[in-house]
């Protein structure tokens, strides 16, 4: 077809990124078969997170959190045309190697699988296909940055429904962000220590104001309302996992959060498209959480 | 119209809408947001950002937005789709989905994700072969293609600016009928502003009260 093969460049950052850019102002819905892709297909997510259980049924059942069985995911490619996810342990550069190679469109190594490297996550700049990772605060945003992710999103506490940890987090970020405008030439040295995070990426963050990637949501999103709620604190689109699937109505709950990321700072429009969803999922609150039950201490 | 300038609405629904308002920003061009119906009145020109093509055709049908654009467009309103948005343009789109909506307005097929997933999207130059570019002497221009569309048919009367890699020998990726312009490719992630000059251009041709 073409002859120009020879001046492409694959795998560049601009190139990881770029995805990245391309869904914002969108939801990223967590799918688990064929039928629930083509369901968040359908109600205009930009792209699906393929995963065998989702974050509310991995603490129901407990025990280990692995990738997926690479026959799901095929079965989710061949069934959508928007990108798929997929999630490899954190640490777990084997399953990312795997999930690269069935072509997925961007890798989340995940605090939701149980983690596999307790001192080291991933080194994503070996990889050609662009990785996402959690963070609950800036500093941890910029080490995952600094070792290659071209997508942050805040972490939450996934499965639970309570928007509460991932609230925390986006202030967190976008409230230090703000700081570190405002902070002289010396106290970046300092932001830089505090954070234990590279300086080079705090300058960048002094002079630009902005994530040197772009800040998405994740973690107990459930409703339209929390859609516009974390796309008005700063995040630029919006990771939905239990929240869809585990509520009463999920095709008109997934087409509704979809309208409400698009429309998130005219409320009329959040009202209309909130009216009769049917109950949302049930969910736990995330203060009640047990110590070992917090996936978001996950990740280091 | 009393609109003291010219300004060029930027579809805001979803995808890189910022950068193409960056894009226009630094040629001293106006941009607008379009979420609703409203924001059309009074544009001279608009751009369909990258994004999601299906995503996006969803969305502008549910913010009751295809038909007023679809009958601006037919009146004539200069338009620039890139990525996503040629999709948006494209008369013919293969491997989208049934119900996914097209503006139909540029004579050519489009392929969706027509170089493969993710791992094969690539930075790379793309050769002007058309005049508007500055002929084939012209520098190449940077590209970066993400999930890109490919382009397998174009139609009479339509056409080709540029094409993918060094030479002639690439698939299309710039095409114009007219008043519709089209890239395969991301200009607004690139510092190359000859696409976004060729559009401004194409919009005050089109327009009396441009005054940048």
Same mark, same amino acid.
Request: glycine share 14%.
């Given at each position: 077809m073409t002859t120009a093969n020879e001046s492409r460049e694959t795998g560049t950052f601009t190139v990881k990124r770029g995805l990245a850019d391309m869904l914002r102002g969108g939801v990223i819905m967590d799918v688990v078969d064929a039928a629930q892709a083509k369901i968040a297909e359908d109600a205009g997510a930009v792209a699906v997170m393929a995963l065998e259980r989702v974050p509310a049924d991995i603490r129901r059942d407990g025990g280990v959190a692995r990738m997926s069985d690479p026959a799901l995911i095929e079965g989710i490619q061949q069934t959508v045309t928007v990108p798929v996810m997929a999630k490899a342990r954190i640490g777990h550069f084997a399953e990312a190697q795997v999930l690269q190679a069935l072509g997925v469109d961007y890798v989340d190594e995940s605090e939701v699988l149980t983690p596999a490297d307790v001192a080291h996550h991933i080194d994503k700049w070996a990889f050609t296909v662009p990785f996402v990772c959690g963070a609950t605060n800036l500093g941890e945003a910029l080490r995952r940055i600094s070792e290659g992710a071209?997508?942050?999103?805040?972490?939450?506490?996934?499965?639970?429904?309570? =928007?509460?940890?991932?609230?925390?987090?986006?202030?967190?970020?976008? /409230?230090?962000?703000?700081?570190?405008? *405002?902070?002289? /030439?010396?106290?970046? @040295?300092?932001?830089?220590?505090?954070?234990?995070?590279p300086i080079g990426l705090v300058k960048e963050i002094a002079e630009t104001g902005k994530l040197p990637v772009p800040l998405f949501c994740a973690g107990g999103i459930a409703t339209p309302a929390d859609a516009s709620l974390v796309m008005q604190l700063g995040a630029e689109a919006v990771f939905v996992g239990s929240g869809i699937f585990k509520s009463d109505d999920p095709a008109r709950r997934a087409r509704a959060i979809v309208e409400a990321t698009t429309h998130f700072d005219d409320a009329e429009h959040v009202a209309k498209v909130s009216r009769g969803l049917g109950e949302a999922m049930r969910g736990r609150a995330a203060a009640e959480l047990e110590g070992s039950e917090r996936l978001a201490d996950r990740g280091w | 119209m009393s609109e003291p &300038?010219?300004?060029?609405? =930027? !579809?805001?629904? *979803?995808?890189?809408?910022?950068?193409?308002?960056?894009? @226009?920003?630094?040629?001293?061009?106006? &941009?607008?947001?379009?979420?609703?119906?409203?924001? !059309?009145?009074? +544009?001279?020109?608009?751009? @369909?950002?990258?994004?999601?093509?299906? &995503? +996006?055709? !969803?969305?502008?049908?549910?913010?009751?937005? @295809?038909?007023? !654009?679809?009958?601006?467009?037919?009146? /004539?309103?200069p338009v620039f789709g890139t990525c996503a948005g040629i999709i948006l343009l494209a008369r013919q789109v293969e491997g989208g989905r049934a119900d996914q909506r097209s503006f139909g307005v540029l004579d050519c097929t489009v392929r969706r994700n027509g170089y493969g997933p993710q791992r094969f999207s690539f930075e790379g130059e793309v050769t002007p072969t058309g005049p508007e570019l500055g002929g084939e002497d012209a520098a190449p221009l940077p590209a970066v293609f993400i999930r890109a569309p490919l382009v397998v048919a174009v139609g009479e009367g339509v056409d080709v600016l540029a094409r993918e890699g060094r030479g002639t020998g690439g698939a299309p990726v710039v095409l114009r009928d007219g008043k519709v312009l089209g890239a395969t490719f991301h200009p607004e992630l690139t510092t190359d502003r000859r696409l976004h000059a060729l559009f401004a251009q194409m919009v005050k041709s089109e327009c009396r009260t441009a005054l940048w």
């Open positions: 071209a997508m942050i999103r805040s972490k939450g506490e996934a499965g639970t429904g309570d =928007v509460v940890e991932a609230v925390g987090h986006l202030r967190s970020i976008v /409230g230090d962000i703000r700081k570190i405008t *405002q902070a002289d /030439g010396a106290e970046l @040295f300092a932001w830089a220590k505090q954070l234990a995070a | &300038t010219a300004i060029v609405g =930027v !579809l805001a629904l *979803q995808g890189d809408v910022r950068e193409h308002e960056a894009a @226009f920003g630094e040629l001293g061009v106006p &941009t607008r947001r379009v979420r609703r119906p409203e924001d !059309l009145d009074g +544009l001279s020109g608009v751009v @369909f950002p990258g994004g999601e093509s299906t &995503t +996006l055709s !969803l969305l502008v049908d549910s913010s009751g937005l @295809f038909d007023p !654009l679809h009958k601006r467009i037919a009146e /004539g309103l």
